[in-house]
């Protein structure tokens, strides 16, 4: 396949002319002194980037240096002509994870954003053979609203996804909204500690936090995943597994989300990302222009974005 494929490299280290470096006075005005908390054996050193196109997509594959324990993280990049293309192949993507992990341990744990990833995945309900009764569904975020509001990422996840497959009610885990941000977070993180505790939560051997089989997230034009903003002392968690936000910059400002060594102990992660819009926060967390919160994702097994043009059209 690669044969007829058009290959183009960058290298990280050495940007293109062509693309405004760190100091380009037309880059974005990110944060340049984030920190990520990233669990130490998920650290990276990112070498290189392969973009390859085919006739349907272009795919593009970085293959991070090692960790410090010597395994490799896969991280790939794969970029679609068309938002529905998208749809289509993070809904196989899902669906064969599905598959492997139902079969090698009898139940799926999956984590979603809210925002616009509801909207890519809604192919998924579509796939026929998924082992629905296996799946255990959690928010790697909420707003601390009520189930039934507009700004509810269970209410948005309810409506196009959740009300479609049968999903046991029991292995949905939404948010106490009643309580406060902070009780809510502690609510949730203890949820998560039973839940490991019964079995259903398996344990990163090499951080000790819950390892989710799959962790889908979409980020927002700033570059923020979950609830982790710009800039945002919580990026810098190191030991909660969830936490509160009572000042989000983007309404409403009260919320709860899952912390950086969370997210980067998943099995796999897939970042989802359209639009314009976001194009350079993607350049800035996959070329290190900036500093964005979406640039310290990680995952133990692997770490797939999933772009549409007009997303990477920076890269
Ligand atoms: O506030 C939030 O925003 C992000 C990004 O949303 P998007 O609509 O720009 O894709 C989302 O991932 C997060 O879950 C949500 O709470």
Same mark, same amino acid.
């Given at each position: ?26 880059? !974005? ?26 006739? @349907? ?42 598959? $492997? ?8 744990? =999956? ?9 890519? +995945? @809604? ?5 026929? %053979?998924?082992?629905?009764? @296996? ?7 909420? @707003? ?20 479609? =497959?049968?999903? !046991? ?10 309580? %406060? ?28 936090? !819950?390892?989710?089989? +799959? ?9 923020? #995943? ?52 976001? *194009?350079? *926060? =993607?350049? *800035?967390?996959? $070329? ?15 770490? #797939?974005?999933? +772009? ?8």
């Amino acid at each position: 396949m690669a044969s007829s494929c058009f290959l183009r490299q960058i290298l990280f280290s050495s940007l293109p002319t062509n693309l405004p470096s760190r100091s380009d006075p037309l880059s !974005p005005p990110f944060p340049k002194n984030l920190t990520c908390s990233a669990p130490s054996t998920a650290s990276l050193s990112i070498s290189s980037i392969e973009i390859l196109t085919n006739s @349907r997509r272009k795919l593009s594959e970085v293959r991070s240096m090692a960790t410090e324990k010597g395994k490799q993280e896969k991280k790939k990049v794969e970029i679609f002509d068309t938002e529905e293309n998208l749809a289509v192949e993070l809904a196989k993507y899902t669906a064969d994870l599905s598959d $492997k992990y139902c079969k090698e341990k009898g139940a799926f744990t =999956v984590v979603v954003s809210g925002g616009s990833l509801i909207k890519s +995945l @809604r192919k998924l309900v579509e796939v026929g %053979s998924i082992d629905w009764p @296996r799946w255990h569904f959690f928010w790697v975020d909420e @707003r601390v609203v009520p189930k039934h509001h507009e700004d509810s990422n269970y209410k948005l996840a309810y409506d196009a996804f959740l009300s479609k =497959v049968p999903i !046991p009610p029991g292995n949905v885990y939404a948010i106490n909204e009643s309580l %406060s941000a902070e009780a809510a977070a502690e609510d949730y993180e203890t949820c998560l500690k039973h839940l490991v505790k019964t079995g259903v939560l398996r344990v990163s051997e090499s951080t000790g936090f !819950p390892k989710f089989d +799959l962790m889908l997230l979409g980020m927002g034009p700033d570059g923020h #995943v979950a609830s982790l903003f710009p800039g945002h002392g919580l990026c810098d968690e190191k030991k909660r597994w969830v936490a509160s936000v009572t000042d989000s910059p983007k309404p409403p400002s009260e919320r709860i989300t899952f912390t950086f060594p969370v997210i980067n102990s998943s099995a796999c992660v897939a970042l989802v990302v359209c639009g314009s819009g976001k *194009a350079e *926060a =993607v350049e *800035a967390a996959l $070329k290190k222009t900036g500093d964005v919160p979406a640039g310290c994702v990680s995952a133990e097994e692997e770490l #797939v974005w999933f +772009l549409d043009k007009p997303a990477c059209s920076k890269l």
